[in-house]
């Protein structure tokens, strides 16, 4: 939760603390481990990328753990992508819950690219067809 890289060249001689990490290390013959946190800016954890060395104990590069940390970059924001893609979808439902139970037509205009977002019953109203989004150009 700190933020650290975590590395234990050693398995078998893993703090007390890491007593429950180490019954699962044993059970899957794991000598060593690197686990690296996985955030995005000033966001919180989003979960850990861990590696494990199953052939031999290992002390861990730092040339191998900047190319684990970039790894865990992409893997960070693809799942901070996923999270923000969720919440996204969530809000547009509510939106359109409430402007469907109010009998509301709404719409937006983004200026910059001509995108128009409207609800169905904007498209019912104003007899636009049913697809999702159009693009306003001036002739």
């Not at 955030?39 to 919180?44: C, I, S, T």
Request: with cysteine; proline share 5%.
């Amino acid at each position: 939760m700190r933020r650290e890289i975590v590395c234990v060249p050693s398995t078998a001689n893993a703090p007390p603390e890491a007593v429950t990490d180490k019954v699962n290390w044993e059970t899957y013959g794991i000598k060593s481990v690197l686990a690296l946190p996985l955030w995005v800016g000033d966001g919180p954890i989003l979960g850990v990328l861990a590696v494990g060395a199953t052939k031999e104990e290992r002390n861990w590069s730092e040339t191998v753990v900047n190319r684990l940390r970039l790894i865990g970059q992409v893997f960070a924001n693809a799942l901070a992508r996923q999270r923000t893609e969720k919440a996204l979808n969530e809000s547009e439902a509510r939106l359109r819950l409430a402007a469907a139970s109010a009998d509301a037509g709404l719409w937006t205009l983004e200026p910059v690219s001509g995108h128009i977002w409207a609800t169905e019953k904007d498209k019912e109203l104003l007899g636009l067809p049913r697809r999702t989004s159009w693009t306003f150009t001036e002739s």
